[in-house]
Nanobody, 115 residues
Framework: QVQLVESGGGLVQAGGSLRLSCQAS????????MAWYRQAPGKERELVAV???????NYADSVKGRFTISRDNAKNTVYLQMNSLKREDTAVYYC?????????WGEGTRVTVAS
């Protein structure tokens, strides 16, 4: 089992920055990739960024150049640095991990961007 706990969400003005954290615990030695998803009100959950165990990264077009995903293996933590935030980035952000074919989700952290 994998437990994921997100933190770092909050209210920020447009153009501002936030850093989200996701700490993994439990049986985590076989996690291949971790990712951040988000779900805005009335919309489906979408992939924001993913990082593999080899630290390759991929981003949604909407956040490229503004968001950076990184991981600290010693702390079992994945980060999402979000810069130049826009109102359309408002959503609940979820951490995701995949291990042995099973998907694990955190409970989410809310990000609200005010204009």
């Amino acid at each position: 089992q994998v437990q994921l706990v997100e933190s770092g969400g909050g209210l920020v003005q447009a153009g501002g920055s936030l850093r989200l954290s996701c700490q993994a615990s439990g049986t985590i030695f076989a996690i291949k990739s971790m990712a951040w998803y988000r779900q805005a009100p009335g919309k489906e959950r979408e992939l924001v960024a993913v990082i593999t165990s080899g630290t390759s990264t991929n981003y949604a077009d909407s956040v490229k150049g503004r968001f950076t995903i990184s991981r600290d293996n010693a702390k079992n933590t994945v980060y999402l640095q979000m810069n130049s935030l826009k109102r359309e980035d408002t959503a609940v952000y979820y951490c995701h991990a995949e291990q042995w074919g099973s998907n694990y989700w955190g409970e989410g952290t809310r990000v609200t961007v005010a204009s």
